[in-house]
């Protein structure tokens, strides 16, 4: 157990290089190893979770080795960067996230023959790449994992994608690169900030926060520390992929095949909450107080913006996209309150919206697969031929637009208790997204599976066990979250309170 994080990260590289090496005329293999990798890293992040311990609180099962130094770094001193893994009450709900898409996506994957070893492969690498970033505890490591996530995405959208698949890949790999070169130049800001006030420059996620906690607003550094902060912002919003930097995230998800979305919209997307409050929120808190007002309104325009586009999308992956950026749009608002109730609805926020966008991308996938088209007006009246995947693709609307039982309530509860303490007025209007999304969505579900049935689409055959079992997994996921939230409550109160009280709510 004491290295647990640490091989959570390394079963699915096995289970990768496993698929490369099986025989290229064999699908059986490269998809046995991937299921068997994806199940027991995600039981194992179970395991972790079922272990820690929020009393004691800080990274429980840690894992740290030196992996390098760099000499004369500052002062004449070197600083070690560690292969450090382990796990807190921030990052434990966001790799069990990542446990459960990863898992669903690897089993909606049944339908890939074409070149599947290498499919396989290159999905165990993204799901090793996307826990290495939730389990780092070096900052140098944890730019290492965000930077891995590209290349699989980037195959993975060409190979197997769309008739624009190379466009999007392209695309996909341009904007998440302009934010890798923000966040390289902000975390070496911030390492050097550390050893300006700490007397000593590390990438040790821990140590680094301390130091600059107890250094303060170190005379002469405040505006240092505030262009790091915009520039950190600046690149989180590209990860996100908020406005205005939103662009890339409707035409990808309109050209990466179904089981890649679900980890791109469940997951791959919620890599920049996870940076907001972990390096923004965690490391300089007087920086998110003053610009808080800067980041509930771009939140406040993500929703509203998000909701009011998503009305004359036709495509259903674009709709989803502008989904999910109108549930980031929630998780800035409830972050800029910096309140322990807005952090954890925050926090709710991006699980919830993960697994339900995975659960969406799940159901347009196997629509799309049968009807050969996801465009809402070639639909209609699929509850007839297909009452399962009508079914759950109904339920996960209306969790996804908040309803009572299911993780995004809870999350939207806590994130307005959260923001309206704070930003009133900013707040009502996020509720008028709220209800725009209510009605977008269920405008698409009925223009999808209600009213008379194209001729064409009467004979299409309802969704197998095996399709539907993504689907049902995820949905257990989300209401098990919405009917217990202490699941993740518990967990992660006592650290996104220490988190509020650093930044002063």
């Known amino acids: 157990m004491h290295a647990a994080v640490l091989w959570i990260v390394l079963i699915p590289l096995a289970a990768g290089l496993t698929s490369w090496l099986a025989p290229k005329n064999n699908s059986s293999i490269p998809r046995a190893a991937a299921l068997l990798g994806s199940l027991i890293s995600a039981a194992l992040v179970g395991v972790v979770y079922l272990g820690y311990d929020p009393a004691a609180g800080g990274v429980q099962f840690a894992f740290t080795k030196t992996w390098f130094t760099i000499g004369d770094a500052l002062a004449d001193i070197p600083v070690q960067v560690t292969l450090g893994f382990g796990a807190d009450g921030l990052s434990l709900p966001l790799l069990a996230l990542t446990g459960v898409v990863g898992f669903a996506a690897a089993w909606a994957s049944k339908g890939v023959r074409t070149r599947a070893n ?41 190979i197997w994608g769309g008739e624009e698949r190379k466009k999007a890949a392209t695309k996909f790999l341009i904007y998440r690169g302009m934010s890798s070169i923000g966040l390289v130049v902000a975390f070496f800001g911030i ?48 990860e996100e992929a908020l406005v205005p930097f939103h662009t890339w995230l409707p035409f990808v998800h309109s050209q990466a095949p179904a089981a890649v979305n679900m980890l791109l919209g469940g997951v791959v997307v919620k890599t920049g909450a996870y940076l907001f409050l972990r390096v923004a929120g965690g490391m300089m808190p007087a920086m998110v107080a003053r610009y808080a007002l800067l980041v509930a309104v771009v939140g406040v325009i993500n929703i509203l913006w998000a909701g009011l586009i998503a009305f004359v999308q036709g495509d259903w992956r674009r709709l989803l996209a502008y989904t999910t950026i109108s549930h980031m749009g929630v998780f800035l608002l409830a972050a800029a309150s910096m309140t322990p109730a807005g952090l954890q609805g925050a926090l709710f926020v991006a699980v919830s919206s993960g697994l339900l966008t995975a659960l969406l991308f799940a159901g347009v996938g196997i629509i799309g697969e049968r009807a050969g088209t996801v465009e809402m007006a070639a639909l209609g009246g699929l509850s007839k031929p297909m009452p399962y995947v009508s079914g759950l693709l109904l339920t996960g609307a209306l969790g996804s637009l908040g309803l009572p039982g299911m993780g995004q309530f809870v999350g939207e509860i806590l994130s307005f208790s959260g923001s309206f303490s704070v930003f009133p007025r900013l707040s009502a209007f996020g509720i008028i997204g709220i209800l725009l999304a209510a009605v977008y969505l269920l405008w698409a579900i009925q223009r999808t599976t209600f009213g008379p049935t194209p001729a064409t689409k009467e004979g299409l055959r309802d969704g197998t066990p095996g399709e539907v079992l993504p689907m049902v997994l995820l949905l257990i996921a989300v209401i098990g979250v919405g ?23």
């Open 118 to 158: 290498e499919y396989y492969g290159w999905l165990m690498i993204l799901l090793a790449a996307l826990y290495g970033v939730f389990a780092a505890t070096d900052l140098f490591l944890l730019f290492f994992f965000l930077e891995l996530t590209l290349v699989p995405m980037y195959f993975l959208i060409g």
């Open 191 to 238: 390492a050097y900030l550390s050893g300006k006030v700490g007397g000593g420059m590390t990438f040790d996620i821990t140590s680094l926060t301390q130091q600059l906690h107890s250094g303060g607003a170190a005379a002469g550094l405040a505006p240092v520390a505030g262009a790091l902060f915009l520039l950190l912002f600046a690149a989180i919003l590209v």
């Open 483 to 505: 009917v217990f939230p202490a699941v993740i409550g518990q967990t992660a109160g006592g650290t996104l309170a220490a988190l509020a009280a650093g930044i002063g709510g």
